[in-house]
Protein backbone atom coordinates (compact mmCIF):
# COMPACT_ATOMS: atom_id res chain seq x y z
CA UNK A 1 0.00 0.00 0.00
CA UNK A 2 1.04 3.57 -0.75
CA UNK A 3 0.40 6.69 0.97
CA UNK A 4 0.63 10.04 0.07
CA UNK A 5 0.48 13.33 1.74
CA UNK A 6 0.23 16.75 0.47
CA UNK A 7 1.37 19.81 2.16
CA UNK A 8 1.63 23.73 1.03
CA UNK A 9 -1.89 25.03 -0.15
CA UNK A 10 -3.23 27.76 1.20
CA UNK A 11 -4.04 31.53 0.07
CA UNK A 12 -1.90 33.64 -1.94
CA UNK A 13 -2.49 37.18 -3.54
CA UNK A 14 -2.87 37.01 -7.57
CA UNK A 15 1.29 36.82 -8.63
CA UNK A 16 2.09 35.05 -5.89
CA UNK A 17 3.72 31.84 -5.22
CA UNK A 18 3.31 28.63 -3.52
CA UNK A 19 5.07 25.28 -3.53
CA UNK A 20 3.42 22.23 -2.40
CA UNK A 21 4.60 18.95 -2.02
CA UNK A 22 3.85 15.58 -1.91
CA UNK A 23 5.57 12.51 0.30
CA UNK A 24 4.97 8.74 -0.36
CA UNK A 25 5.27 6.10 1.61
CA UNK A 26 4.59 2.60 2.06
CA UNK A 27 5.45 -0.08 -0.91
CA UNK A 28 6.99 2.05 -3.46
CA UNK A 29 7.74 0.83 -7.16
CA UNK A 30 10.80 2.71 -7.96
CA UNK A 31 9.77 2.92 -11.52
CA UNK A 32 6.81 5.23 -11.27
CA UNK A 33 5.05 8.16 -12.64
CA UNK A 34 3.99 11.09 -10.41
CA UNK A 35 1.24 14.09 -11.35
CA UNK A 36 -0.21 17.10 -10.02
CA UNK A 37 -4.24 17.27 -10.66
CA UNK A 38 -6.54 19.68 -10.03
CA UNK A 39 -9.85 20.38 -9.08
CA UNK A 40 -11.92 23.49 -9.40
CA UNK A 41 -15.73 23.89 -7.88
CA UNK A 42 -18.16 22.32 -10.94
CA UNK A 43 -15.10 21.46 -12.77
CA UNK A 44 -13.62 17.70 -13.62
CA UNK A 45 -9.92 17.24 -12.11
CA UNK A 46 -7.74 17.90 -14.90
CA UNK A 47 -3.91 17.36 -15.17
CA UNK A 48 -1.65 19.92 -14.39
CA UNK A 49 2.11 18.88 -14.81
CA UNK A 50 3.45 15.18 -14.78
CA UNK A 51 6.90 14.04 -14.57
CA UNK A 52 8.69 10.29 -14.91
CA UNK A 53 11.39 9.14 -12.73
CA UNK A 54 14.06 9.94 -15.00
CA UNK A 55 13.19 14.03 -14.71
CA UNK A 56 10.63 14.18 -18.61
CA UNK A 57 8.07 16.78 -17.59
CA UNK A 58 4.65 17.75 -19.51
CA UNK A 59 2.35 20.20 -18.49
CA UNK A 60 -1.05 22.03 -19.27
CA UNK A 61 -1.00 24.61 -21.47
CA UNK A 62 -2.35 26.92 -18.88
CA UNK A 63 0.24 26.68 -16.50
CA UNK A 64 3.18 26.64 -19.05
CA UNK A 65 6.05 28.81 -17.94
CA UNK A 66 4.39 29.72 -14.17
CA UNK A 67 4.46 25.99 -13.04
CA UNK A 68 7.68 23.88 -12.45
CA UNK A 69 7.10 20.00 -11.44
CA UNK A 70 10.50 18.56 -9.83
CA UNK A 71 10.83 15.45 -7.68
CA UNK A 72 13.55 13.86 -5.32
CA UNK A 73 13.71 10.09 -5.69
CA UNK A 74 15.38 9.82 -2.56
CA UNK A 75 12.71 11.22 -0.54
CA UNK A 76 9.92 10.01 -2.54
CA UNK A 77 8.88 13.48 -2.82
CA UNK A 78 7.13 15.84 -5.93
CA UNK A 79 6.86 18.78 -5.64
CA UNK A 80 4.99 21.60 -7.51
CA UNK A 81 6.47 25.36 -7.48
CA UNK A 82 3.77 27.72 -8.56
CA UNK A 83 4.57 31.06 -9.61
CA UNK A 84 2.31 34.14 -10.89
CA UNK A 85 -0.83 32.80 -9.62
CA UNK A 86 -3.72 33.70 -11.16
CA UNK A 87 -7.58 33.29 -9.71
CA UNK A 88 -8.45 30.89 -12.19
CA UNK A 89 -5.49 28.92 -10.74
CA UNK A 90 -7.86 28.43 -7.29
CA UNK A 91 -8.79 24.70 -7.07
CA UNK A 92 -8.12 21.26 -4.49
CA UNK A 93 -4.41 19.95 -5.76
CA UNK A 94 -4.00 16.53 -5.40
CA UNK A 95 -1.04 14.85 -6.07
CA UNK A 96 -0.92 10.87 -8.27
CA UNK A 97 1.67 8.15 -8.01
CA UNK A 98 1.08 5.58 -10.95
CA UNK A 99 3.37 2.89 -10.63
CA UNK A 100 2.55 -1.12 -11.74
CA UNK A 101 -0.54 -0.05 -13.42
CA UNK A 102 -2.15 0.87 -10.68
CA UNK A 103 -3.10 4.96 -8.83
CA UNK A 104 -2.64 6.25 -5.78
CA UNK A 105 -4.32 9.99 -4.86
CA UNK A 106 -3.25 12.10 -1.98
CA UNK A 107 -6.38 13.25 -0.31
CA UNK A 108 -5.85 16.84 -2.03
CA UNK A 109 -4.64 20.35 -0.94
CA UNK A 110 -7.03 23.82 -1.14
CA UNK A 111 -5.10 26.52 -3.12
CA UNK A 112 -7.02 29.74 -3.14
CA UNK A 113 -5.53 32.81 -5.20
CA UNK A 114 -7.21 36.04 -4.51
CA UNK A 115 -7.92 39.45 -6.93
Given at each position: ??????S???????????????????????????????Q??????????????????????????????????A?????????????????????????N???????????????
Open positions: QVQLVEGGGLVQAGGSLRLSCAASGSIFSINTRAWYRAPGKQRELVAAITRGGSTNYADSVKGRFTISRDNKNTVYLQMNSLEPEDTAVYYCRLSAWVDYWGQGTQVTVSS
